[in-house]
């Protein structure tokens, strides 16, 4: 049974009362931006109370419960249950008052507001009225105190120094608001409701009751909850000695990847979301506080071990140092399961630091060449999971891993595969682009060269250009002896990993003629560079001679998989079939786009979709747009011209058969819909791509490529997106893009932006692909608006059928002022559309 009452702080706070915040809540964490709303609704209240003296302002409840603990007589002592942050808060902002009070009016408000609102002041031992967790504690202390550790770098410290600056500014506001009235509103105007329990209830099923959703806490801090209301006698001890240590190792997400990486070693079906109602399920079975305990204590030393998995520097072992830092390089955090198995067998003495090396070594490797034969993403998820409870355990441990990742279909190329694919294979559109960087950064350390290069700043250029020049044309056509033209000959060249390398004159090279790159490489101090430089002209021949050598490096370096492997088709055929399937009605695809995509020739293609029955083989289109001359219905007896069919589905023909060329959809567009492209997001700098200044860099690229006239165009835009309220956010691709983002990931939606900006490519991505799954853009309504108010532009015509895709147009359309002010007004539009109602609720408790 529990009361309810309407309550201000003045009256929770007042007489001798303190209130504990028990072991088992999370550490004070709000943020600015918590702060900030507080701070509005109590400015906002104490402008109200000056007109109305009663007004109130409702912020949220306090669920208490009586302490276990007795204390002296006339001491009334509480659990908080529920809304320890919010009443942390209320107090941070009651010290910074009274330490502003106290300096520029009169001592006597120190004393004040300590002996009634902060302190017992007859009361030694229990002279807090609010105890926080222990390790906020000392950064509360100093609050109190006010002593010079007040506002320290911590969560409690930076909440003071945000009041402190916002007192600091009363007087220079466009109302100013006294002090005192802003005293008064916070402690009769802030309106709580405090519920109490009544003594002997179960305060962790209230707890959690009111925090199981996930909502409000983290796994691991309902986890934390749970195991120290197992630990009534030992859970001070225990928290002290092993929790705290622990938390204090890892961010919130990091703790919670523990606890499920824990689960995974027993079950790799096990969902991330489920991490606490699993870990509860299995501790529910332990019976004594000494089983609990025990448990406390594996996670600890699990967690020394998932702490050097995220921090490679601090292993001891070279070699496992080198792998780690490798592996945590590249991005996939499914790896980590493996990891820390290899790593715990280590601790428990069954596996040799250069055993784990070498298991590590063939995890790189499976990484490695994977994306270079196009199958990066392909089943990773469930083939890395599942590796510790499927490999052999009666093996060494890094034959276990190889022989289990060279078993059935997982794609780890044997050497002849390989050697095969590097040719072909559009290496730049397959999986994430810092992951292709890293590939050409390891291949070139692997040269061992001694001169310093900061290869972290590099950037993946294409010798052979993206965009063929007339010079550049005579080059490739001086190599054809058959019937391919030289732009489809370029179409299947130009991504490959034979015609890539580093450079961090990217966008001076652009689509200069070879001869001109020549120099530019030979100096660059890059021997994947030096090594074109020394050839005398750039067509296919060299291309395909130097993919020759490059895998013979690449097996040299990563070694491949047993001679289990199996029979695995060189050609992806279903990654075709994949992008097929995917492509919508209204648009149409060439053989030869088909044919780059999947590594092979438009020949193949042709035979496979003439012999294989595959969905939608009619809207695959000779380049010029017009249905090849042999083309068959696979359906017996069909006869209906397939250009019929096409212009049913929306496709547009001109008077010559020939389909529109708005709506072809390129290489690039397809590997996007048979997802072998991860998409740029604006996310965090990778602690591999070093300590670089992105907006600087998306600038010094932009300059460096575009014409003065389109530099500045753009900067205009993004001076007005920022203007209007937006923020930007940048990629950690070699090509550094630019987010126009109309919310952050903090909002309640997540966030949100509706183009990506490309520097050295010129390029206007719009992100229809992401809006698809981002409120309010998901209704396909909005979106179509968006791709209408962009066709209004000069030279953007994007298709309907590219509503599902990332299309996009050049930056020089906005150089032209009119078309630059236009799309300003649609980005307003986007923006206003995209700040959708967040909740009003105060509540991150």
């Known amino acids: 049974m529990v009361t309810a009452q309407e309550t201000t702080l003045q009256a929770l706070l007042e007489g001798a009362k303190q209130y504990h915040v028990p072991l088992y809540q999370r550490t004070y964490s709000w943020t600015e931006l918590q702060l ?42 509480y659990l908080v249950v529920d809304g320890q942050q919010r009443l942390t808060t209320l107090t941070i902002l009651l010290c910074a008052i009274r330490d502003r009070r106290a300096e520029h009016e009169s001592e006597k408000h120190r004393l004040r507001l300590d002996q009634q609102y902060l302190t017992n002041p007859f009361e030694e031992q229990r002279w807090l009225k609010l105890v926080p967790t222990q390790a906020d504690r000392d950064a509360y202390v100093a609050c109190v105190r006010s002593t010079p550790q007040a506002g ?54 209230i707890f959690e009751s009111l925090n199981n959703t996930g909502l409000t806490l983290t796994q691991a801090d309902l986890l934390r909850n749970y195991i120290f209301m ?61 089983d609990v305990e025990a448990e406390v204590q594996r996670f600890s030393r699990l967690g020394a071990l998932l702490r050097v998995i995220l921090h490679p520097a601090e292993e001891h072992d070279p070699a496992v140092r080198q792998r780690l830092e490798r592996l945590n390089a590249w991005g996939t955090t499914t790896v980590y399961p493996v990891l820390l198995h290899l790593l715990d067998r280590r601790d428990r003495g069954t596996a040799t630091s250069e055993q784990i090396a070498a298991a590590m070594l063939y995890l790189e490797s499976f990484f490695v060449r994977r994306l270079l034969i196009g199958r990066s993403t ?81 950037t993946i250029e294409h010798v052979l250009p993206q965009t063929l020049s007339d ?53 660059s101090g890059i021997q994947l560079s030096r090594d074109i430089a020394d050839r005398q002209r750039w067509g296919c ?128 567009e397809l590997a996007q819909l048979a997802g072998v492209t991860a998409p740029d997001l604006p996310e965090p700098r990778r602690r591999a791509t070093g300590d670089v200044d992105r907006a600087a860099r998306f600038m010094e690229q932009l300059t460096a490529a575009q014409t003065p006239a389109v530099a500045t165009a753009t900067a205009v835009v993004l001076d007005a997106w920022t203007t209007m309220g937006g923020i930007l956010g940048y990629g950690d691709g070699d090509e550094t893009s630019c987010f126009l983002l109309a919310r952050g990931k903090e909002h309640e939606y997540g966030n949100i932006w509706p183009v990506t900006l490309y520097p050295s490519s010129g390029k206007c991505e719009v992100v229809f692909q992401h809006l698809s799954i981002r409120t309010p853009f998901d209704a396909v309504a909005l979106r179509e608006e968006l791709r209408q108010r962009l066709n209004q532009l000069p030279g953007v015509q994007i298709a309907a059928a590219k509503l599902a895709l990332r299309p996009g147009f050049p930056l020089t359309v906005l150089a032209d002022t009119d078309a630059r002010e236009a799309l300003l007004d649609h980005l307003r539009w986007f923006y206003g559309q995209a700040q959708v109602p967040a909740s009003d609720e105060l509540v991150v408790d």
């Open 378 to 458: 392909m089943n990773i998820n469930r083939i890395l999971l599942a590796v510790v409870t499927e490999m052999d355990r009666d093996l060494p441990v890094h034959e276990a891993v190889r022989r289990y990742l060279s078993t059935g279909r997982k794609y780890w190329a044997a050497d002849a595969s390989l050697r095969v694919l590097v040719r072909t294979i559009p290496f730049y559109l397959n999986g994430r682009a810092s992951q292709r960087n890293l590939v050409l950064r390891w291949l070139e350390e692997s040269h061992g060269s001694k001169e310093p290069v900061a290869l972290e700043k590099l």
């Open 471 to 523: 010079e550049w044309r005579q080059m490739l056509a001086a190599d054809l002896d058959t019937d391919e033209t030289p732009d489809e000959a370029h179409d299947g060249l130009v991504h490959t990993l034979g015609n890539l390398t580093l450079t961090g004159y990217n966008s001076e090279l652009s689509n200069k003629p070879f001869a001109a790159k020549r120099i530019a490489l030979a100096k």
């Open 152 to 205: 320290g770098d911590n969560a409690v410290g930076r909440a003071y120094r945000f009041f402190a600056k916002a007192l600091d500014g009363l007087g220079a506001a466009e109302e100013p608001i006294a002090i005192e009235r802003i005293e008064s509103a916070v402690i009769t105007g802030l309106a709580l409701v405090a519920i109490t329990a009544k003594p002997g209830d179960n305060v962790y099923r």
């Open 36 to 77: 900030k709303r507080i701070w509005d609704d109590v400015c906002q209240l104490a402008r109200d109370r000056a007109e109305h003296p009663s007004a109130t302002h409702f912020i949220g409840s306090l669920v208490l419960a009586p302490s276990p603990a007795m204390g002296p007589v006339g001491v009334a002592e």
């Open 541 to 668: 021949s060299e291309i395909l001679a130097r993919a020759d050598a490059l895998a013979d490096r690449i097996i040299a370096i990563w070694p491949g998989p047993t001679e289990e492997t199996g029979n695995q088709s060189d050609v992806p055929w279903d990654v075709l079939a994949k992008a097929l399937a995917e492509l919508p009605a209204g648009s149409w695809t060439t053989y030869g786009d088909l044919a780059a995509l999947i590594g092979t020739a438009p020949q193949p293609v042709g035979n496979r979709l003439a012999t294989h029955p595959t969905l939608n083989a009619h809207r695959v289109l000779q380049a010029g747009g017009v249905v090849a001359g042999n083309f068959k219905w696979l359906e017996p007896g069909r006869t209906d011209d397939p250009r019929d069919v096409l212009r049913a589905e929306g496709v547009t023909f001109d008077q010559n058969g020939r389909a529109d060329q708005a709506q072809r959809l390129t290489v690039e």
């Open 230 to 290: 197992r630990l009534p006698n030992r859970g001070q001890a225990v928290y002290e000695s092993l929790w705290l240590p622990l938390q204090q190792r890892f961010t919130p997400t990091e703790l919670v990847l523990l606890f499920w990486l824990d689960l995974v070693h027993r079950d790799p079906k096990v969902k991330q979301t489920d991490t606490y109602a699993s870990q509860q399920a299995r501790l529910e079975k332990l019976r004594t506080e000494a």
